[in-house]
């Protein structure tokens, strides 16, 4: 069984500032991918970025990047020059795969709920 | 196209009685989920489908719950004699359904309240 911990329940940060987001996760399993969703209030959930397991590179998307350690199973997401916008509850989500297929369900952890400050 | 939709948004049942909820996923997307997600909480995956076969169902769905997507197009979950404990959001997602990993798109969610 995979496990997700997101160790911090809410965080804040000031507009434009930078704020990293942590999560690590336990498995067994070689071959997976790792994803952080987006909720924003009364919204629905968005996927913000993913990374694959095999890949060493750190995934980008814009503002949003993530700092991937295979081996200490960590996987934090870095969001720089911080948004109004961005305020939502953070979610960091597993997805295992074998040589069958991807088992497809997304095991997600507790959530860290972030604040962006005016 | 406009997402995954969820019908009804918010429903308040009474215990013991049964309910029923409906995901209409991305009209060309062959995979669609369920997941349930309680306060403070992140969701938890609850069965899938790829087309109209339910293709694994968690522990968590007790005999009580039953879902259904019949020609593979909208899904069903029905909850029977519903519980306080049953009272969560119901998320459904789906898929496109071709390659080894995908986005899921989330729906809004059904908010259901047993009272």
């Known amino acids: 069984a995979q496990t997700v911990t997101q160790s911090q329940p809410e965080m804040s940060v000031q507009e434009a500032e930078t704020v990293t987001l942590s999560c690590t996760y336990d498995?067994?399993?070689?071959?997976?991918?790792l994803f952080w969703y987006k909720q924003p209030p009364s919204r629905q959930m968005i996927l913000v970025i993913r990374?694959?397991?095999?890949?060493?590179q750190n995934a980008t998307e814009n503002r949003f990047s993530v700092n991937f350690q295979k081996a200490a199973k960590s996987f934090s997401l870095k969001i720089s020059d911080s948004q109004l916008g961005d305020t939502a509850m953070y979610f960091c989500?597993?997805?295992?795969?074998?040589?069958?297929?991807?088992?497809?369900?997304?095991?997600f952890g507790k959530g860290t709920l972030l604040t962006v400050n005016p | 196209d406009t997402g995954v939709s969820q019908d009804p948004r918010h429903k308040i049942t009474k215990r013991g009685q049964n309910v029923t909820f409906r995901c209409d996923p991305i009209?060309?997307?062959?995979?669609l989920y369920w997941y349930r997600q309680t306060l403070g909480q992140g969701p938890e995956f609850l069965t899938y489908?790829?087309?109209?076969?339910?293709?694994?169902k968690s522990r968590l769905l007790s005999d009580r719950f039953s879902a259904e997507r019949p020609k593979g197009s909208f899904s069903t979950l029905e909850i029977q004699r519903t519980e306080q404990g049953d009272s969560a959001m119901y998320l459904c997602?789906?898929?496109?359904?071709?390659?080894?990993?995908?986005?899921?798109?989330f729906g809004p969610g059904t908010r259901l309240l047993v009272l």
């Open positions: 498995t067994s399993e070689n071959n997976y991918y």
């Open positions: 489908f790829q087309n109209e076969a339910q293709l694994e």
């Open positions: 009209s060309e997307h062959n995979r």
């Open positions: 990374q694959e397991a095999y890949k060493q």
């Open positions: 997602a789906s898929s496109l359904g071709v390659t080894l990993w995908e986005t899921q798109y």
């Open positions: 989500a597993f997805m295992a795969y074998n040589s069958g297929g991807s088992n497809y369900k997304l095991t």
